[in-house]
């Protein structure tokens, strides 16, 4: 099985940076996913990691290491609208095509 | 990327009753699945629709609650059979675009059984 975790909820100020974690314990990986969705909505797609590093893409970022089973997405210059919940993703293994999500963070951005 | 649009995007039902939705997308895609999101909670994966098959279902979901079509490349309906409150949540079409290794999500249908 897959085992993905993430903060619950985390809070940040309004124009600073925040890094959401993501850990995951699987018996193989073939990629890892970051959605954001705000409440009410469908989940909209971030990022893409497959390999090692840092994938940079405007104001949000996110890293991978597949050594330590963990990744973290980045966003700068935090705004209200940035207030939603942050899904991480990770594809099973086997040749399938198939994400399992972890719990979500919520983020809640405040002036 | 992809446009997905699904069908109903609300509805309000009562026990014993079935719904079926629908999911359109504009593009090719490789695969399309179906979750459920309970509120407060992640997606949780029905099954995976198969064009011109039965659908492979996840552990503690099974065909005759959860029928699934998928006539076509583009096209797929998940039905809610014999509803009861529990089954209150949202369901979410998603596809993985042809070509490409990313998964889109559809707006979603909000579910609420009496």
């Known amino acids: 099985g897959q085992n993905i975790d993430q903060p619950t909820e985390m809070t940040a100020t309004e124009g600073a940076i925040v890094q959401i974690n993501c850990t995951y314990q699987?018996?193989?990986?073939?990629?890892l996913f970051w959605y954001q969705q705000h409440a009410g909505e469908a989940p909209t797609f971030l990022s893409y990691?497959?390999?090692?590093g840092l994938e940079e893409k405007g104001r949000f970022s996110s890293f991978l290491s597949r050594s330590k089973g963990y990744s973290y997405l980045l966003l700068k210059e935090l705004q209200m609208k940035d207030s939603a919940s942050y899904l991480c993703?990770?594809?099973?293994?086997?040749?399938?095509?198939?994400?399992?999500f972890g719990r979500g963070t919520s983020l809640i951005v405040h002036p | 990327s992809a446009v997905i649009s699904q069908k109903p995007s609300r509805d309000i039902c009562q026990r014993g009753t079935s719904l079926t939705i629908q999911c359109q997308v504009d593009?090719?895609?490789?695969?399309m699945f179906w979750y459920r999101q309970q509120p407060g909670q992640s997606l949780t994966l029905i099954a995976t629709?198969?064009?011109?098959?039965?659908?492979?279902?996840e552990s503690g979901f099974v065909i005759d609650k959860f029928p699934i079509s998928r006539p076509n490349l583009t096209f797929s309906t998940l039905t809610v059979s014999n509803m009861s409150p529990e089954d209150s949540s949202i369901y979410l079409c998603?596809?993985?675009?042809?070509?490409?290794?990313?998964?889109?999500f559809g707006p979603g249908t909000r579910l609420t059984v009496l």
């Open positions: 998603s596809v993985v675009v042809r070509f490409t290794d990313t998964q889109y």
């Open positions: 699987t018996s193989g990986f073939n990629g």
């Open positions: 990691n497959v390999l090692d």
């Open positions: 993703a990770v594809i099973r293994p086997g040749g399938s095509y198939i994400p399992t």
């Open positions: 593009s090719q895609v490789t695969m």
């Open positions: 629709a198969n064009q011109g098959s039965e659908a492979t279902y």
